[in-house]
């Protein structure tokens, strides 16, 4: 897959090279010629190009209309809105992913300024630590298909009503789904007759309407 970077920042650079790394063709756009080449040596077999992504003729080097994913991961939110906007309408780039420096403004990266999917970094933050320290309500981790589906995880605590029930029991909503269960360090995958028990870790799928839903039945509370 060949995906741009625009911004060798340490998300961007660190990104950059991570996706080298996993057999992707990377390009790495850059304005700051000093970021730039602290960038080069940081991620050697990544190509970069020196210049503004919000310029067309940037882009046009950085040959962005070949491009599967174009990744906006500046320091700059009205940077990397150009980027993305740029980048979806003028040269029809698939997958536009966008970094949301400022929580604030998360409500402006949509489909309307090319945002395919939005990553915001302090929300990934909370969602780790609420992850780490949270039992017994759901916790969103990552946000899909732009914004409308949310992957949640959830750990069943002793006290819950489903801990020793098979998951056909909990009538799921629609629009939801449990993907995984993470049980002592292995992954279940769940089957219907799967049952559940203290300190799972279910990590679920679903829509913003069906998740209040989707923790009541997890949680073995009438919804």
């Not at 992504?53 to 209309?65: N, Y």
């Not at 300024?113 to 780790?128: C, E, F, I, K, R």
């Not at 992957?151 to 909990?170: C, F, K, N, Q």
Request: hydrophobic share 45%; net charge negative.
């Amino acid at each position: 897959m060949r995906i741009v970077v625009a911004g060798a920042g340490n998300i961007g650079r660190h990104l950059a090279f991570d996706l080298h790394e996993r057999g992707h063709q990377v390009m790495v756009v850059e304005l700051d010629p000093a970021v730039l080449e602290r960038a080069q040596q940081d991620a050697p077999g990544v190509s970069f190009v020196l210049g503004d992504a919000c310029e067309p003729w940037v882009l046009d080097k950085a040959e962005v209309r070949s491009a599967d994913v174009i990744v906006a991961a500046t320091g700059d939110d009205e940077d990397n809105l150009v980027i993305s906007l740029l980048s979806k309408q003028e040269y029809g780039v698939p997958h536009v992913v966008a970094r949301v420096n400022h929580p604030k403004n998360e409500w402006l990266f949509t489909e309307a300024w090319g945002v395919d999917v939005p990553m915001s970094p302090p929300h990934v933050l909370t969602a780790l630590v609420e992850e780490a320290v949270t039992v017994g309500d759901l916790v969103r981790l990552l946000k899909l298909e732009r914004g409308q589906v949310t992957l949640v995880e959830l750990t069943i605590d002793e006290t819950a009503p489903v801990a020793g029930r098979p998951i056909y029991e909990l009538r799921l909503p629609q629009d939801s789904a449990i993907v995984a269960v993470l049980r002592r360090g292995h992954v279940v995958i769940p089957q219907p007759e799967t049952q559940l028990v203290a300190g799972d870790e279910i990590l679920a799928i679903a829509t913003q309407e069906a998740e209040e839903r989707l923790r009541a039945a997890l949680m073995g509370e009438s919804s």
